[in-house]
């Protein structure tokens, strides 16, 4: 339930992004301004990964997932509140600390409690939800935003990773340390005098005495250069004092130094290509800044693999097969990304000028992926996850080809459904064999750390993926468009778009066929009980 939330999360500002611009002062047409709010969340959920997924092999797998409810709460609260973009750009990086960390965590659980060869089910079920989120995000921000305004989905999304957490602390069987003392005093006193800075309720704030807290100093116009706001954040400052030292053993032993380096070179590349504008390039002019500052950090991160006692990655975790279902988990990254961006774009080119109709149209692709989770995990009692892979990723290939060929009236066909439920089958049926083959290769003890970079070669191969196949299409768009004898002449255009989504699903095609022929090496017989 927790994954199905985070999951959903990621997908609920599709509906609700033009309002979130609005509620912080961005004109609907600054919408390059606004990448932020997308890029800030993609960014907290990939680059904090290795660390939680380190640190759920250290401790209790529920103290890792009711920490991470509680970062996912404390963000959603951020987010709801935020009148200002940096604000609201903070509240969306620490929900996706928060969402990100639920998943390996949850992964972990499941090899916890089934052998190696009876995990299929299960992972299914987990890789299942996750992908349900994809359909349920959307549906949730429009039935919120039907009746109330963006600022309720994060609320609402507050209040249930409260009961979640109270559910996994009272479910998950063991009794966990609860603050106490000065850190749950200034804790609470920070939590308490930031949302009020935050909110600056009408009441309080125009009262002529009780509004002075509330009085920005200078020419500012920020909620936090107020005198509650500064006292909010030293409150904060002192509970990372008071907090941190406390934490110190466990992030030393989860090689905290090795987690700054891997997640600052994951967070440039996240940042380089999250951010650009495939327009006019793949890499904006932050990307040249960014890009040599990863490859330094990951070097300097495999330096610390090599000479570290205990490094973040423990030694042996992506050798034989856990280092393929990372490449094929990168790669079906690729194929999911695609098939979500641009299935609604060719929709809008040739079908329909509605985004909700267009939106349904991909709906027939979202459904089926769940369902190949599921099916997916099921095969795994009986067959390898090479062979179960193989086939899904093969099957979507081949509907991808297809799909390359797609023009003006394809959509309206019922052969069209079917080749969008193939490929959502296709990629679903990877799941659940991908993240088996990395637990059970995985050194006893790393089963957190396997499942988190599983997740985080999926996300990278999205952000990384959509920016190339995007300017590559873009790049096929503009020579067809210079090209035409009438630039003018607008059903020539549309076909010039249609060569773009084309060109999208062609070098998906071949990422998912690349991704077929890998999985041949996770293994083509079943794993023994």
Not at 48 to 65: C, F, H, K
Not at 112 to 131: I, N, S, Y
Not at 334 to 359: F, I, K
Request: charged content about 10%; proline content about 5%; glycine content about 12%.
């Amino acid at each position: 339930m927790a994954v199905a939330l985070a999951a959903a999360d990621t997908y609920v500002v599709v509906l609700a992004l033009t309002d979130m611009m609005t509620g912080v002062g961005l004109s609907v047409d600054a919408l390059q301004k606004a990448t932020p709010i997308v890029s800030g969340f993609l960014l907290g959920y990939v680059a904090v990964l290795p660390l939680i997924g380190r640190i759920a092999d250290l401790v209790a797998r529920q103290r890792v997932l009711v920490a991470c409810l509680a970062m996912f709460v404390v963000g959603s609260a951020v987010t709801a509140l935020a009148v200002e973009l940096p604000v609201l750009v903070t509240g969306r990086v620490l929900q996706g600390v928060g969402g990100g960390g639920l998943v390996p965590a949850t992964l972990a659980l499941v090899a916890d409690l089934w052998p190696p060869g009876r995990r299929g089910m299960p992972l299914g079920v987990v890789g299942a939800v996750q992908e349900l989120g994809s359909v349920l995000g959307p549906v949730f921000g429009a039935a919120v935003l039907a009746v109330s305004g963006w600022r309720t989905i994060f609320w609402l999304n507050a209040v249930a990773g409260l009961v979640l957490a109270a559910v996994v602390t009272v479910l998950g069987g063991r009794r966990l340390a609860r603050p106490r003392g000065i850190p749950l005093v200034v804790g609470a006193l920070a939590l308490v005098t930031g949302a009020l800075a935050l909110d600056a309720p009408d009441r309080l704030a125009t009262d002529v005495t009780l509004g002075v807290p509330f009085v920005p100093f200078g020419s500012s116009t920020s909620r936090l250069t107020t005198p509650i706001g500064v006292v909010a954040l030293v409150l904060l400052v002192l509970w990372l004092a008071v907090t941190v030292p406390r934490a110190w053993s466990l992030l030393r032993r989860a090689d905290l130094p090795g987690a700054l380096l891997l997640g600052g070179a994951l967070g440039c590349v996240v940042l380089t290509f999250a951010a650009s504008d495939p327009q006019r390039q793949v890499v904006g002019a932050a990307g040249w800044l960014l890009l040599p500052l990863a490859a330094v950090a990951l070097a300097g991160y495999l330096w610390r693999h090599r000479t570290a006692a205990s490094p973040l990655v423990a030694r042996g975790v992506v050798r034989s097969r856990a280092g393929v279902a990372l490449v094929v988990s990168a790669l079906a990254g690729v194929v999911l990304v695609a098939v979500v961006v641009d299935v609604p774009v060719l929709a809008r080119l040739t079908y329909t000028s509605s985004e909700t109709v267009a939106a349904f149209v991909l709906v027939r692709f979202l459904v089926a992926v769940p369902l190949g989770a599921l099916l997916g995990g099921w095969s795994l009692r009986r067959l390898g996850d090479g062979l179960v892979a193989l086939t899904g990723l093969g099957v979507a290939g081949a509907g991808l080809l297809l799909m390359s060929r797609w023009g003006e009236g394809t959509l309206a066909a019922p052969s069209a459904t079917a080749v969008l439920l193939a490929v959502g089958l296709g990629v679903g049926l990877a799941v659940a064999p991908v993240n088996n083959a990395a637990l059970a290769a995985a050194p006893i003890g790393a089963q957190g750390t396997a499942s988190a970079l599983v997740v985080m070669c999926r996300m990278v191969g999205m952000v990384v993926g959509l920016s190339l196949l995007t300017a590559i299409g873009l790049h096929r768009y503009y020579a067809t468009v210079a090209a035409l004898p009438d630039q003018g002449d607008t059903h020539a255009l549309v076909s010039a778009g249609v060569v773009q989504v084309q060109t999208v699903f062609a070098g998906a095609a071949v990422a998912a066929l690349l991704g077929a022929a890998a999985s041949a090496g996770l293994g083509l017989r079943r794993l023994d009980d």
